[in-house]
């Protein structure tokens, strides 16, 4: 299983970012994907998931009506469209071919994708 997130980077408040997560090493098709997320100091924190058949997407509170979470199985990656963004956005944001339940189970993380929101 390999997992590598892309597409961060320095934004102003308002501003968006998408990343992607490239999976390998396994089939992409027959997963749930989530997005988590550590802000510095903190643990991880649950984002957004979609499911593998039918689409079906959950968010975080914290992000709902600003985030949309999308999958392309023919190229096996996952995306998350993040508007609006804020400055507690800031963290490093990880992939996991997991769903909303059970992401926290995952434990071959990639490098993660570092957000930073900052005027």
């Known amino acids: 299983v390999q997992l590598v997130e892309s597409g961060g980077g320095l934004v102003q408040p308002g501003g968006s970012l998408r990343l992607s997560c490239a999976a390998s090493?396994?089939?992409?098709?027959?997963?749930?994907v989530s997005w988590v997320r550590q802000a510095p100091g903190k643990g991880l924190e649950w984002v957004s998931s979609?499911?593998?058949?039918?689409?079906?997407?959950a968010y975080a509170d914290s992000v709902k009506g600003r985030f949309t979470i999308s999958r392309d199985d023919a190229n096996n990656t996952g995306y998350l469209e993040m508007n609006s963004l804020l400055p507690e956005d800031t963290a490093v944001y990880f992939c996991?071919?997991?769903?909303?339940?059970?992401?926290?189970?995952?434990?071959?993380w990639g490098q993660g994708t570092q957000v930073t929101v900052s005027s």
């Open positions: 979609i499911s593998s058949v039918g689409g079906n997407t």
């Open positions: 996991a071919p997991r769903g909303r339940l059970d992401w926290s189970s995952f434990g071959s």
């Open positions: 090493g396994f089939t992409f098709n027959r997963y749930a």
